[in-house]
């Protein structure tokens, strides 16, 4: 058995730029990827709120992975710069990432 649980997400980051004819979904600045444990082609969820998203990435976990897992969190400037990188805690509590 496995579980699906959030693996990262960067939250509300400006989107910059909009093209329909663009053959892919959604082009991401490697290092906000890099900060949030997302890989370059991994699926992701998009939440828009006007102009800003929260990009979300699930990753699947054993049951003991599963019970230690703290996902990454990004936090982002109006540039899309990151401004702080955290963990999710119990109960939804964010904690500084080391």
């Known amino acids: 058995m496995t579980v ?11 989107v910059t730029q909009a093209a329909l004819d663009y053959i892919g979904s959604i082009t991401v600045d490697q290092d906000l990827l890099d900060a949030a444990g997302i890989l370059e082609y991994q699926e992701v969820q998009i939440v828009a709120v006007g102009d800003k998203v929260i990009i979300m990435a699930d990753g699947t976990y054993a049951p ?27 109960h939804g509590r964010l904690e500084d990432m080391a």
């Open 4 to 14: 699906t649980l959030l693996q990262g997400k960067i939250h509300r980051a400006t």
């Open 64 to 90: 003991e992975e599963a019970a230690a897992h703290r996902p990454n969190v990004v936090f982002v400037d109006e540039e899309n710069a990151i401004g702080r990188c955290m963990h999710y805690e119990q």
